[in-house]
């Protein structure tokens, strides 16, 4: 899920840059903003159903092996927490699409630094010395065990993840209709 919108967000706008379609698209009269809103719109709805589709394949899985006690609203809240960490991923990618003018350098980048703040909560989770830098990372607000464990999502995890995802998006969108296009 996480490549996808790795892809799908961080090559959003710089794609269309590197190919030159970008200029038939300003060349409409719609504002850039409402053109980034688009490609977020098709990542939203391709996020959604990557999480439906995991929600299917845990089911078959349940069904095929006979998993009787399978709690399903834990597993409901674990995709809603999947769905908030996918939009910050976003955040954290699509302000890099909005200032880059190749695609390729743009996905590499982000998957780069997703790579990083992935080790740093992982670090975080396993050495006390940066234990506090943790939360500087979208992947420490994610934690599917603990939402198994207490039957609930924080309400400060979703609501880190969504601040990661809007001031991203805010921040790519300041960007982007800033930008020259060469």
């Known amino acids: 899920t996480t490549a ?5 967000s ?4 710089a794609r269309e840059i590197e190919r030159g379609s970008i200029f038939l698209l300003l060349s409409r009269p719609v504002p850039r903003l409402h053109m980034m809103a688009a490609k977020l719109g098709s990542m939203m709805v391709g996020l959604v159903v990557f999480q439906v589709f995991i929600l299917l394949g845990t089911w078959i899985g349940a069904t095929v092996y006979d998993l009787a006690g399978m709690d399903y609203r834990a597993i409901l809240l674990i995709m809603v927490n999947g769905f908030f960490l996918g939009m910050a991923v976003a955040g954290v990618t699509f302000p890099i699409s909005a200032v880059s003018s190749d695609g390729g350098r743009a996905i590499a980048l982000s998957a780069g630094l997703l790579v990083v703040l992935f080790f740093v909560d992982f670090l975080a989770g396993t050495w006390s010395a940066v234990e506090a830098i943790g939360p500087v ?3 420490h607000y994610y934690d599917p065990v603990g939402v198994v464990g207490t039957a609930s999502v924080p ?3 979703l609501g880190v993840l969504a601040a990661f995802a809007v001031g991203g998006l805010a921040l790519a969108a300041v960007a982007f209709s800033l930008r020259d296009i060469p």
């Open 10 to 13: 961080s090559g959003a706008m």
């Open 137 to 139: 990372s979208p992947f």
């Open 4 to 8: 996808f919108v790795v892809a799908a």
């Open 155 to 157: 309400v400060l995890h």
